[in-house]
């Protein structure tokens, strides 16, 4: 963990492997038991005169720190020396089961005036769920601890992905994103049921669903943003759409200048793999002023819809003075546009190719070993 300022510092072991850790140069954060009186070697004993920690408040909570303060009673608070922190993950169905799994989170920090901040991607993932509690300590001069009692156990969930750390993904995926290719359709592909039930039930109309889980654990627009997806690669060799798909046989096609063009603002979403060698990029089409629009606003990273990486749309200056597009070769684009969409628009026509299961990314989660698309934060 790491902190502005020495003074308010809590700073981690090289590694949680290595048991405690003394007498660092810094103010320390060092790993130990929450059973009781006694750590294993028998180093902590109980002193029911240290003030246990009161009225704990969390605050400042990014994806991957957060700030704690709490009250203390005045008796022999000018013997407190250490803080014991006990942090633990809140188990639940929806817990990211690849994050640190084995990182012990029992820490011990000097104490030092608060709120103190808690940092470290090593221990903090994105939106989970945490407990934390908090006990005093005395170090004595024989290297033993004399502790108050653990106080009351406080609940809190951590933020999404920052702007900040967004731009960071952003840059590793304009890294690899490639030469751009034209294109012209946007395309959907789903089974015939879809489509007769957009027809039958939503007034020829495809509607803005709620974004899954897929991609990174951090993203601010899983469960959030509503949206369709669309795609827009295409085959190298023919320039038109490929003919499989992991979501349908049946594909819906619209012009591309229906959804992308000047009253369009473009967002980077996201950008993450899925233990496989392709790389995949979420954008967000949103018309200028739309819902989607202003939640995007204050959410994600604007593109420059004529100069960016990954999906563009011009001025056609060599012909008819139309809109030409391309799109980057080397990734997957994954491209959610956050309005309705009228079935009369495009054409929806039954594919030649196979529906290739183990393409689809619904609720797909990210590989955090990844080097080439993940940050120095909670994955």
């Not at 731009?167 to 089974?191: C, D, H, W």
């Not at 290739?356 to 989660?365: C, F, G, I, R």
Request: with cysteine; hydrophobic share 35%.
């Amino acid at each position: 963990m790491e902190v502005p300022g020495l003074a308010h510092n809590i700073t981690s072991p090289l590694s949680p492997c290595e048991g405690m850790i003394k007498d660092l140069s810094l103010d320390a954060i060092q790993l130990c038991e929450r059973d009781g009186s006694k750590s294993q070697d028998g180093s902590i004993s109980e002193m029911e005169e240290l003030p246990v920690p009161q009225n704990i408040k969390i605050s400042n909570i990014t994806c991957d720190s957060f700030k704690i303060c709490w009250d203390m009673e005045a008796r022999s608070k000018e013997r407190i020396t250490h803080y014991f922190i006990d942090l633990n993950k809140k188990e639940n169905k929806n817990s990211n089961k690849f994050k640190h799994k084995d990182v012990p989170t029992k820490l011990v920090a000097k104490a030092v005036p608060l709120p103190m901040t808690v940092r470290g991607h090593w221990f903090l993932s994105p939106r989970t769920e945490y407990t934390v509690a908090v006990q005093t300590a005395s170090k004595q001069t024989d290297g033993d601890y004399a502790v108050s009692e653990w106080s009351e156990i406080i609940e809190f969930c951590t933020a999404d992905y920052s702007t900040v750390h967004l731009n960071q993904l952003l840059e590793k995926a304009e890294v690899i994103a490639g030469r751009m290719l034209r294109f012209s359709v946007f395309y959907r592909n789903q089974n015939k049921e879809y489509f007769d039930h957009a027809r039958e039930v939503q007034g020829n109309r495809m509607l803005p669903s709620v974004k899954d889980n897929s991609g990174s654990h951090g993203s601010p627009i899983s469960g959030k943003l509503e949206g369709i997806f669309f795609s827009c690669n295409t085959e190298f060799n023919t320039g038109k759409p490929p003919q499989d798909s992991p979501y349908g046989r049946h594909r819906f096609e619209v012009r591309a200048d229906a959804f992308f063009n000047p009253d369009t603002n473009l967002y980077f979403g996201d950008f993450y793999c899925m233990y496989t060698a392709y790389h995949y990029v979420i954008l967000v089409l949103a018309p200028k002023g739309s819902r989607g629009d202003e939640f995007c606003k204050q959410r994600l990273p604007a593109l420059d819809i004529s100069n960016n990486r990954f999906l563009t749309c011009k001025q056609d200056e060599e012909g008819d003075g139309g809109l030409v597009f391309h799109h980057a070769q080397d990734v997957i684009l994954e491209v959610i546009y956050t309005e309705p969409v009228d079935l009369a628009l495009g054409t929806v026509a039954e594919i030649s190719g196979h529906q290739l299961m183990s393409m689809s990314t619904v609720n797909a989660k990210k590989d955090p070993s990844c080097k080439t698309c993940n940050i120095s934060v909670g994955r």
